[in-house]
Structures are given as C-alpha cells and as structure tokens.
C-alpha cells in the first residue's frame, strides 16, 4: 500500500478499523490518542475518527468544523481535531484499547516497511545508472554494503510484521514490529537521500515522495523511542 | 565565539601525565592500591569544589578513557561533589569506594563504603538494609545487587551531574578513539582476500564514518568542560548533548570496531574486547537520561 504512496487512510481504514471495530464504520478513518492536541494523519479527510484512550477506544463521526487543517510537507493531509471531537464518541468496550494501540502498531510498521522497500528500490534503480568517477556509482562497495545493510532492516522489518500480524497483533509482538521498523525507517531515509546526494533533495526527483513520508510516520505514536519502550514493558514487564 | 577545542599545554600535560600512569593498563583488573595511586595523582577532586577545573577534569579523563582504565570513575567524581564534606576527603584519596546508580544494580557495591541513590536529577545518601549479592560483570569489575533505604537527600544534584556527564563524555568519546586506531591498525595489516582489509571499501568507510562521529563528541566534551569553566548559560546543555554525543559514537565506534576485527575481536585476551566492554559499561551509567533530554529541547526551543 505504501508503495503507492497515495493510499488515503488505508492502513487506518483498511487495516485497523475492521479488526478494532465490530462494525463497518463510514471511512476514511483517523486513528488519534485522546490526550493528542497535535496534527493528526488524515484528519482532514477522515469521516470516523477511532480514538485511543486508556483501556477504551471509541469511535466518533467528525462532523464539519471538527478538524483544522495543518499545513506540512509531509505529504498526507493532517488537522488538528478540536478536544470535544477527540472525548466524544461511542466506547466500543474494555479492552478495545490495547486492541487498538497493537493493530495500530502494526499497520505503523506495515506503512513504514511499505515506504522504506520503494525508497530502497528506487534508490538502488538511480545508483545503477548515476555514473561518477567513472563507473555507476553503485558499483562502489562502500556504497554497496551501505545498501545492503538497509536492505536487511526492510527485511526485518517485513518479517516482524507479518509475525505480528498473523499472530493476531500481540502487544509485545506488535510492539517489536513497530520499534524495528521505525528505527529501520529512519537509517533507510538517511541512506538513501545521503546516497542519492543533491538531487535527492529536489521535486523533480522521487525519492521525497517516501522519505517525508517516512518522516511523518515516525512521528506517530510517540514514535521509535516510544515502541522500544513498549516492547520493554510487555516483554521483561520493565517501568516506562 | 568559538571556544580553543584543542587542549592548551597546562590540560595537555595534565592528559599526559595521567596517560603515563596509565601505561598500557588496557583491560587490567581494579586494584585498589592502583586505585590510590590514581586519587593521588589529584585526579579525583579536580574541579569537586565548585571552582573551575572542568578542563583538567577531561583531560585528565581522556587519558583514562583511552586506556580503558577500571574504576569507578565517573561515580566518584558525582560522589566527590555530592557527599557531605566530612566523607569526600576519603573518597577523594582513594583510601574509600563510593557506589553511585540507581538501585538494584550497583558498580562496586561489594567493594563500597558509601552509597548515593540517583533518581532523575536528585541524590540521596543511602544505606543497604540487607547484604550485597555479587555479580559478574563482562568487564570483570566487582559490581553488586543491593536494596537501599535512602536517609537524606544530598544538595547539588543537577549541578554533580553535569561534572558526571562531561566526564562520562570525555571517557567515551577517548575510548571510541583507541578502538577506532586499533580497528584501523588492524585493518592495515590483516590480509584477506588477497589484500589488506583496510582496502575495501566497506571496512574502510565505516571507520571513518565514526572516527568523524568520535571527534566531534572529543570536542562537544570539551567545549562543554569550557563552558562549564566559565559559567556560562549554556555549559547544561553542552554537557548533556556531549554526554549523548559520546555515547553514541563510542558504542557505534566499538561495533564498527569489532566489525572490522572480526572473531579475534571477541576473545577475552585481544586487543579489543577489554576495551569494548568498559566502553559499554561507560555507556550504561544512569546520568539522569529524561533531564537531560529535556534540557536538549528546550535549549532548542522544543520542550
């Protein structure tokens, strides 16, 4: 999905929603934390919002008024959602928190492994046919073994997903997903735009298409820091 | 204004002399008449009584982070700062150990006479209220498990921990500089696939990669210890990021290191390991990780 880039909501509507909420809710979703005061992926063009808040996620409409758009460069749309519209909303049980924050964690991790594999590839595609010092540069091994090793988290990252996944979203396994794969996302990012050199910093050139939105998604969900500090919670049972 | 990064003549020798005590003590065991030895040098007291020396301090500190040199010392230099005045001279002199941390892991908890509790930014003198159960550290210094029951807190908490961190620093940012000189000395000699591994690219580039992060964080320390010299607003800050800074290089510093080495870098008798594991060890010390990241953004704006 984050191949295409262009998904609206998808892991949200497409991924969480149906596996948090027993029924279909109008889409595109916004998943927010109550508490959250900042920009929110998709808010501006979300119908339902599903908001995390403790033990309980509840689902509320967002109605006309409810979200103020943001301006970014991050390439999806993001609003902040007014407090009223982030308390309100029908509850949809105990338990449907953590529900949430783990199928949340995964489809995280999915958008960032998505994005991270195309910026790997289309990185790999440029550096073959971009010659200096006469030869492609790719050929060097110094930046051969650079991709490489990004190469290796994006397969990590996709395996851990898709364990986290299959199993049903776990917490601690989900929480893995998401540390890994947020930690992964921001080597693959650096990489490949300090591969890439000048260009890669221009509209003209693709490479931006995922790297803001790499940016964006470690951004979500108290990010990297965040998930490392989750998976040592669920796993060793470690103080936040 | 730019502060002198380079070490002037009087801290230079300062390096030096605690670089020839020093000698090749690389992964030599804790001795405690060494350890006098050390304290006699006046290495453990430089700058505790709040005038400058924060210079002397790093230099000094340099000296014993490329050595390896085992001790606690960045806990002594917190305890020396922290402790009420009748205990510091002791401990000042070597003649007594202090454990600084946060609880139940402890450094040198068999061997102290004194505890101080960190939490956050705060300390507080405390005492264990059972025995100390041993553990084997990779390092192979003497560290313990102990339950403390704090009896007062002690004052100047903030202002120990940013001596602690500029400290901490300058023993990892050294340490992440020996590391690097021996990988790439041994990356000049080690011949494989028909070359000296230094030749490739692969094992070149990351060396240099970090030896570029390791000077940075070298300097970050001691822009930071200036700072701290001269009062200035900022030394805080300087001594957190410098702190962070020299964490990261120095454990990328020894992953890249033992990259390079390959398995001979992981055996207990080469010339890495003893040095690696004390770098993590370093790394690990609890200098109030929250504060100082918050200090961090709000220097920036962020907090």
């Known amino acids: 999905v984050a191949h295409a880039a262009g998904g609206v909501a998808f892991a949200a509507s497409g991924l969480v929603a149906p596996l948090v909420a027993r029924k279909a809710l109008a889409g595109p979703v916004a998943l927010v934390e109550a508490a959250d005061d900042g920009p929110v992926r998709f808010a501006p063009a979300a119908r339902t919002l599903l908001v995390l808040d403790g033990d309980v996620a509840r689902c509320a409409r967002l109605e006309v008024g409810d979200v103020e758009p943001v301006r970014s460069n991050f390439g999806y749309p993001v609003g902040r959602i007014r407090p009223g519209a982030r308390q309100g909303g029908d509850s949809l049980g105990a338990g449907s928190g953590p529900r949430l924050l783990a199928w949340w964690r995964v489809a995280l991790a999915a958008e960032a492994l998505g994005a991270m594999d195309a910026a790997l590839r289309f990185t790999v595609g440029y550096l073959r046919e971009r010659e200096q010092f006469g030869r492609p540069i790719g050929s060097f091994q110094g930046v051969q073994h650079r991709l490489a090793e990004c190469a290796v988290a994006v397969e990590g990252s996709r395996w851990l997903v898709y364990e986290a996944a299959a199993h049903g979203a776990p917490a601690e396994a989900a929480a893995c997903a998401a540390s890994y794969a947020l930690a992964a996302a921001g080597r693959v990012h650096r990489e490949t735009h300090q591969l890439s050199g000048a260009i890669g910093y221009t509209t003209e050139h693709d490479l931006h298409v995922w790297s803001m939105r790499l940016q964006a998604l470690r951004l979500e969900l108290g990010g990297p820091g965040a998930q490392l500090r989750a998976l040592a919670r669920e796993r060793w049972g470690a103080p936040a | ?303």
């Open chain 2, 1 to 303: 204004m730019t502060p002198a990064l380079e070490l002037d003549a009087e801290r230079a020798a300062v390096r030096d002399a605690v670089a020839a005590w020093c000698g090749d003590a690389v992964g030599v065991a804790f001795d405690e008449e060494r350890w006098r030895e050390l304290a006699g040098l006046g290495v453990l007291l430089v700058g505790a009584d709040g005038e400058s020396g924060a210079c002397e301090l790093v230099a000094s500190f340099e000296a014993l982070g490329a050595a390896a040199a085992p001790g606690p010392l960045v806990e002594t230099v917190l305890a020396v700062r922290l402790l009420p005045a009748a205990l510091r001279q002791a401990v000042a002199s070597g003649e007594v150990l202090v454990a600084v941390g946060e609880p139940p892991l402890f450094s040198f908890a068999p061997l102290a006479r004194h505890f101080v509790e960190l939490s956050g930014e705060r300390a507080f003198l405390a005492l264990p209220t059972g025995p100390i159960e041993a553990v084997d550290t990779l390092a192979g210094d003497p560290w313990g498990r102990v339950v403390l029951r704090r009896e007062r807190e002690l004052e100047g908490g903030a202002s120990a921990l940013r001596a602690g961190r500029v400290a901490a620093a300058a023993l990892l940012a050294a340490g992440g500089r020996t590391v690097l000189e021996r990988a790439a000395a041994h990356a000049r000699t080690r011949k494989q696939f028909g070359r000296a591994i230094g030749e490739f690219q692969a094992v070149a580039h990351p060396l240099a990669h970090w030896w570029i992060h390791v000077g940075a964080a070298e300097m970050l320390a001691r822009a930071a210890a200036r700072g701290l010299d001269d009062g200035a607003a900022e030394a805080g800050e300087l001594a957190a990021a410098a702190w962070r800074s020299a964490r990261e290089a120095a454990l990328g510093a020894a992953m890249q290191a033992h990259q390079t080495f390959g398995a001979v870098g992981i055996t207990l008798e080469g010339a890495l390991f003893p040095l690696t594991r004390r770098i993590r060890q370093w790394a690990s010390l609890p200098l109030g990780e929250a504060q100082a990241e918050a200090e961090l953004l709000a220097a920036v704006g962020l907090a």
